[in-house]
Structures are given as structure tokens and as C-alpha cells.
């Protein structure tokens, strides 16, 4: 079946500028995650939705980010103002929440260049 | 918090032969699971295999491997046979228990299959 997908591949923008990031998880999957990968930092979780419980946004490193999911489906993630050390690639992934540990499953990612 | 560390930051092996990537993680929890992802160039993040830590066996598959020592915090994989296609980032993870929470990844190995 589809795995997860995400828009655009690839973005550049001029610092400042607003960006969205979408992602659409795998079809039943309830559990959706963003993830940051940077060469600096590695990979960093910045948000988690469950069903319909709050999300987890522990992992967002400032309120220039935030991020929605209409539906219990699709997910977009927006960062306002963007500034240079936004530039990275954003992973999504989701998962089934029927047991514990339930393995999660990547898209391809969107590398942003902030200029 | 936990802390996944791949003291190995690149790594490379001839084709045919076995390799192993370390992986070491802390953590003052029982029961959590343990994961080794793959990201060849595309970025696409891939599964290549897990291990629950209350199960003493160590997972294989296929040609994947791992070595689980839960008293050393320790999760190596080990690739044997190993393929040109296994060219890649290869990143371990850690998931707390209970529940499907985000990922913990460590810093990543780069391994280069030589032909």
C-alpha cells in the first residue's frame, strides 16, 4: 500500500518568510510524528498527535512552530518567520496504536532552504 | 532523559563481508524498545529491525542481526553477507515504554560498502 507521503520535496524560502510542510500518514494510522534532521543536531522530535488527544509539542524549539492535523489524517507543519537555522530536512512519520512499540514509518522528508 | 550514542561515525566494509555498528543508550527504564533505521541517499528513513527489551532473544532478519545486552545498555547491529545496497546512514533509536512515544535517535553511522 502508499506509504507516507510528504509536500513539497524540497522548498527554499527567504528568511522570514512562512512555510508549510504537509504529510499524509499512512491510511489507519492514528499516531503521527514530525521529526527535525539538521547536521548540527541530528534528528530531533519536535511533535506528536494521538487520535484525538493534545498533541505533544515538547519537541518544538520555539512558537515560530506549529503544527495541525485536520482529521485525524493530514498534518501540516508551519514555521512562521523562518530564520537560517531552520534549515533542515522535516521527517514525518505515523504509526498504528493498537500495542505498545508499534514501529513508526518515515516519509521521504522535506529539505528547507532558508536563504 | 534518554541519550542514544553510535560512537562510530562512519564506517566502511567489503562487499561480502560482516560489519557491526555499536550502539549504546541510557536509561533508568525496564521495559522499552530499541530500533535500527537505515537512510540510504534518497532520505527515505527505513526499518531494519527491532527488539522488545523484555524479550532476552535477539532479533534477526535476514541478513540483520542484533547483539541486545540490556545490562550494558548496549543494541549493536550486525550486517552480514553485506551488499552495495546496504550503502547508507544507519541511525539506532530508542522508545520509552509505556505507549508509542517519539523516538530517541543517536548522531548516526555512515557505512560505505566497497565492491
Known amino acids: 500500500g502508499a506509504g507516507v507521503s510528504q509536500s513539497p520535496s524540497n522548498k527554499v524560502t527567504e528568511k522570514g518568510k512562512d512555510v508549510e510542510l504537509r504529510c499524509d500518514p499512512i491510511?489507519?494510522?492514528?499516531?503521527l510524528y514530525w521529526y527535525r534532521q539538521s547536521l548540527g543536531q541530528g534528528l530531533e522530535f519536535l511533535i506528536y498527535?494521538?487520535?484525538?488527544?493534545?498533541?505533544?509539542k515538547s519537541g518544538l524549539p520555539s512558537d515560530r512552530f506549529s503544527a495541525e492535523r485536520t482529521g485525524g489524517s493530514v498534518s501540516t507543519l508551519t514555521i512562521q518567520r523562518t530564520q537560517q537555522e531552520d534549515s533542515a530536512v522535516y521527517l514525518c512519520?505515523?504509526?498504528?496504536?493498537?500495542?505498545?512499540?508499534?514501529?513508526?514509518?518515515f516519509g521521504p522528508g522535506t529539505r528547507l532552504l532558508v536563504l | 532523559a534518554q541519550t542514544v550514542t553510535q560512537s562510530q561515525p562512519e564506517m566502511s566494509v567489503q562487499e561480502a563481508e560482516t560489519v557491526t555498528l555499536s550502539c549504546t543508550y541510557d536509561?533508568?527504564?525496564?521495559?522499552?524498545?530499541l530500533f535500527w533505521y537505515k537512510q540510504p541517499p534518497s532520505r527515505q528513513m527505513i526499518l531494519v529491525i527491532r527488539?522488545?527489551?523484555?524479550?532476552?532473544q535477539n532479533a534477526t532478519e535476514n541478513r540483520f542481526s542484533v547483539n541486545f545486552q540490556k545490562a550494558a545498555k548496549s543494541f549493536s547491529l550486525k550486517i552480514s553477507d553485506s551488499q552495495l545496497g546496504d550503502t547508507a546512514m544507519y541511525f539506532c533509536?530508542?522508545?520509552?515504554?509505556?505507549?508509542?512515544?517519539?523516538?530517541?535517535f543517536g548522531k548516526g553511522t555512515r557505512l560505505s560498502v566497497i565492491a
Open positions: 491510511s489507519g494510522h492514528t499516531a
Open positions: 498527535f494521538q487520535g484525538n488527544s493534545a498533541p505533544d
Open positions: 512519520a505515523s504509526s498504528l496504536y493498537i500495542r505498545e512499540g508499534e514501529t513508526q514509518y
Open positions: 536509561t533508568s527504564e525496564n521495559n522499552y524498545y
Open positions: 527488539q522488545e527489551a523484555y524479550k532476552q
Open positions: 533509536a530508542f522508545m520509552k515504554h509505556p505507549g508509542n512515544t517519539p523516538l530517541v
